[in-house]
Antibody, heavy 125, light 107 residues
Framework: EVQLLESGGGLVQPGGSLRLSCAASGFTFSSFAINWVRQAPGKGLEWVSAIGGSGLTTYFADSVKGRFTISRDNSKSTLYLQMNSLTAEDTAVYYC??????????????????WGQGTLVAVSS | DIQLTQSPSFLSASVGDRVTITCRASQGISNYLAWYQQKPGKAPKLLIYAASTLQSGVPSRFSGSGSGTEFTLTISSLQPEDFATYYCQRLNSYPLTFGGGTKVEIK
């Protein structure tokens, strides 16, 4: 059974830093891209970042580019999100999500087939 | 960036109703679209991928259709456990984006 377990959330002051972790099990971790998605209180879903299986390719939303770093340790089956220069707008539940692809003869669209339970990050003085 | 417009944002319906939610992309995205269901305090759950493929274990009353710029999620007969918020997501290029969500409530 695929499991994703986020940790590291908490209360941090504006301008501060926090590192989130996502521990994975039940699948070959290094074979899958993993994403971070966040949800501010009472709001919709916002994609934050993605990292390829090897860790060599990374992508970020414009709202976090230059402040957040994504990395992974395939030997530990763990994903990380280093968040710096945090503001109140970063307050949200942060989910990690496993990305899978469905490939046919004409296309190969990805999708997020497994999600963690989320960890809450609150940025406030 | 390619924008996704989901409608309606709110929907009131009764058990047994047929429900349709629409997602429009500002540019063509082929079939690079997924649908998720989210209940309060829970993580999103994948319903449909590649625009029209039902995820394993998801009831057959859920279906997806569309390609290019217009997509729909249909619930053929709404059940009590279907009252939730639904999101579309485009995955053709980064940055990935979600629709604004559709909250389905009991009439």
């Amino acid at each position: 059974e695929v499991q994703l377990l986020e940790s590291g959330g908490g209360l941090v002051q504006p301008g501060g830093s926090l590192r989130l972790s996502c521990a994975a099990s039940g699948f070959t971790f290094s074979s899958f891209a993993i994403n971070w998605v966040r949800q501010a209180p009472g709001k919709g879903l916002e994609w934050v970042s993605a990292i390829g299986g090897s860790g060599l390719t990374t992508y970020f939303a414009d709202s976090v580019k230059g402040r957040f770093t994504i990395s992974r340790d395939n030997s530990k089956s763990t994903l990380y999100l280093q968040m710096n220069s945090l503001t109140a707008e970063d307050t949200a539940v942060y989910y990690c999500a496993k990305e899978t692809r469905y490939c046919s003869s004409s296309s190969c669209p990805p999708f997020f087939d497994s999600w963690g339970q989320g960890t809450l990050v609150a940025v406030s003085s | 960036d390619i924008q996704l417009t989901q409608s309606p944002s709110f929907l009131s319906a009764s058990v047994g109703d047929r429900v349709t939610i629409t997602c429009r992309a500002s540019q063509g995205i082929s079939n690079y679209l997924a649908w998720y269901q989210q209940k309060p305090g829970k993580a999103p759950k994948l319903l449909i991928y590649a625009a029209s493929t039902l995820q394993s274990g998801v009831p057959s009353r859920f279906s997806g259709s569309g390609s290019g710029t217009e997509f729909t999620l249909t619930i053929s007969s709404l059940q009590p456990e279907d009252f939730a918020t639904y999101y579309c997501q485009r995955l053709n290029s980064y940055p990935l984006t979600f629709g604004g969500g559709t909250k389905v409530e009991i009439k």
